[in-house]
């Protein structure tokens, strides 16, 4: 685990010459190699593998129990040897830490069919994205200006891995988080970017004093209605249709202000103006808390590496111009609209900080 802040990995040169040429293949070879181990995981050749723990599987035990071609399994075998996802003990094939990853972990899961069902082929236009500010490759999916309307009407699985991805960050941390806003005993949240009202109905469930109202695009909030509806919790959260891009008028009723992975959609413009609504509609007394993964405070190099990759995805799908930010940026649009930070509690769920934050 990296200290606190520690960014020294990133100062310095890491590879010998050796090693960089190989990590230079890897990146040239990426799009590839990534399809294989997809060949993997959904032949079941990773999971033949498992089962046999550090004992491994002989090759005529593979090419009868794996339905591919022998062909097909010495290749893919081999490509995965050269990944160091499996290796070779005694003629046997065996899962390695990193085939075992591939397999078993829920976060190297989720990221896997985020890429392969939302980014893979939008990729594609990433360079277009990035020169013209534009989502390029939301082209693949239909004619949007940004994702966010969109997401009620993706594909079915391209919606399902967004969903999984954007959840499974998010509801790790909500636990962790609902102490921390608990303790200021709110009687009425804003859940600004609310999505599917998954914090809405945790928070409602835990705290049977507070309301909440989600403040959502028009076309997202339909989705959340139906989940409220369902968990019969209608008489504690509401829900308000808004673009927060365009209005100019706020309601103006809570004593939180919530936003859990809200503000990496926009641009640090867009951040500006958001936080200066908000701080123009919210009583002096009201406490505004961000919940937001910043890659500068992770504490695994998975983390930061999983967030600056994910960026991508914004560049090229979401809607041009957002990102994972580091974390001094956020502070640099709080205090550009009025806010100052009382609180920074990181190390919440997979890499969440919580900013508790009031007008200044
Ligand atoms: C990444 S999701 C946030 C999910 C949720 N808060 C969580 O923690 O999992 C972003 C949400 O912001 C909403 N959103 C994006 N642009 C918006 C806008 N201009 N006005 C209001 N909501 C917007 C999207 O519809 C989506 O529900």
Redesign the pocket.
Known sequence: MRKKNDLSRYNREIYSALDAITEAQKIAFSPILFQAVQCMRNEGLLSYLDQFNQQGAKIEDIYHNVKLSTYAIQLLLDVALSMHIIYLKDNHYVLGKVGHYLLHDEMTRVNFDFTQDVCYEAMLHLQDALKTGKPSGLSVFGDWK?I??A?SQLPEKAQKSWFEF??F???RSFPLAFPHIKKLKPKHIY??????G??AMYYANHDPDAKITI???P??IKLAEDNIEQAGLQSRISCYP?????ATVLPNQADIWW????L???SEEQIVSILSLIHQHMHDDATLCI?ELFWDRQPFEAGALSLNASSLYFSCLANGNSRFYHSKVFYQCLNKAGFHVEQDIDGLGFGHTLLICKKR
Do not use: R
Not at 242 to 246: F, G, H, I, M, R
């Open positions: 940004t966010y309307p997401l954007d959840h960050y998010s509801d859940d600004l970017g609310g999505n599917t998954k914090w403040l959502d695009l076309e997202q808004v673009n927060l891009l365009t936003m859990s992975q809200f990496d959609c926009f919940m």
